[in-house]
């Protein structure tokens, strides 16, 4: 199986998209290996093993066809952990951002309490 039903970070949200895909690396002849050997590697890294294996003449069309649907899921996976990434990190900024307002907000209201002494 190459994504888990009802996994958060898998980046599907459809129980019946994740179940087609899942069918079809099945039917295919492929297992969890490619998806398992990729899972924690760049996405460069992942389109450069599935290229290897599309080239591979001795290669059967099936197992080829799972790698595919693997290699789907694993960019989909990948673009859905940068979206998250990218959301915590806006986050952040914005936190950063508050903190220097307030604090040139009290700078200003230093200065201006200063000049009035």
């Given at each position: 199986m190459a994504v888990e039903l009802g996994h958060?970070?898998?980046?599907?949200?459809?129980?019946?998209v994740i179940q087609f895909i899942n069918s079809e690396i099945r039917s295919n002849g492929g297992g969890p290996d490619f998806y398992l050997?990729?899972?924690?590697?760049?996405w460069n890294e992942v389109e450069d093993g599935l290229h290897t294996i599309l080239t591979n003449q001795q290669m059967p069309r099936a197992l080829k066809r799972?790698?595919?649907?693997?290699?789907?899921?694993?960019?989909?996976?990948?673009?859905?952990?940068?979206?998250?990434?990218?959301?915590h990190r806006l986050h952040w900024l914005r936190e950063q951002?508050?903190?220097?307002?307030?604090?040139?907000?009290?700078?200003?209201?230093?200065?201006?309490?200063?000049?009035?002494?």
């Open positions: 958060s970070t898998s980046g599907f949200r459809h129980i019946d050997a990729f899972f924690s590697r760049s799972a790698c595919t649907w693997s290699a789907l899921a694993l960019g989909v996976r990948v673009v859905a952990g940068q979206q998250e990434e990218q959301t951002l508050e903190e220097r307002e307030a604090t040139c907000s009290a700078l200003v209201f230093e200065m201006q309490r200063m000049r009035q002494e």
